[in-house]
């Protein structure tokens, strides 16, 4: 009789285990993407921070009528510099979800880039993601940091962000998607990761 209630109890624990749900109160993913696709969104929860990865492509058009790039002011060196040192740029990218240029459009990298190593090719950006589709349409992400061009992968540093991303921190890895010196056209590829509050603080004043 006591080997029959043991056995029973136990078909009735495994029971429980498999119809009862699993809850994470660590971690969920919050589903962003599209049925069939993968989104350029995505979110983690972490207790009362959340982590969103973003994913997307910017246009870096340096010529013609739908230039978003211009240089805006230069050093007594720059001429003669190897590194163009002292150029300044100003620019107001289009970025897209995927490569494509006529792809969806979810942002505008707006912003200034340094050309400020003497020696080695780098740049010194200055960056807001404004970003215009989506559940974040409306709110920015700030980049700062340097940007050591010709390296395959470079990492910059998320400083801040409004909206959504108030209090922001996180990091940016960008890579050199494509790359056409003769159109002065290229697509940088974006991976963002940005962890911020999903705790109101206090009310706006």
């Given amino acids: 009789m006591k080997n029959q209630t043991t056995l029973l109890l136990l078909s009735i624990i495994a029971y429980l285990l498999i119809a009862t749900p699993t809850f994470t109160h660590a971690r969920k993913q919050i589903p962003t993407a599209a049925a069939g696709g993968k989104s350029w969104v995505r979110t983690i929860v972490r207790g009362s921070e959340n982590i969103t990865q973003l994913h997307f492509y910017v246009h870096d058009v340096r010529a013609g009528e739908n230039a978003t790039l211009y240089s805006v002011a230069n050093a007594s060196i720059t001429a003669t510099s190897p590194t163009s040192f002292g150029l300044v740029n ?13 792809a969806e459009q979810v942002a505008r990298a707006q912003g200034t880039s340094t050309s400020a190593d003497l020696v080695n090719q780098a740049v010194a950006i200055n960056m807001n993601f404004y970003i215009t589709s989506g559940e974040f349409s409306g709110s920015t992400v700030s980049i700062a940091g340097r940007n050591p061009v010709t390296e395959a992968s470079r990492e910059l540093s998320v400083i801040g962000g409004t909206g ?37 603080l206090w009310s706006d004043m």
């Fill in 90 to 102: 100003v620019f107001d990218d289009l970025i897209t979800a995927e490569p494509d240029i006529n």
């Fill in 164 to 200: 959504a991303f108030r209090f922001a921190r996180g990091y940016a890895v960008t890579t050199t998607y494509l790359h056409d010196s003769e159109a002065n056209y290229s697509i940088l590829e974006y991976t963002v990761y940005v962890t911020y509050s999903n705790v109101a």
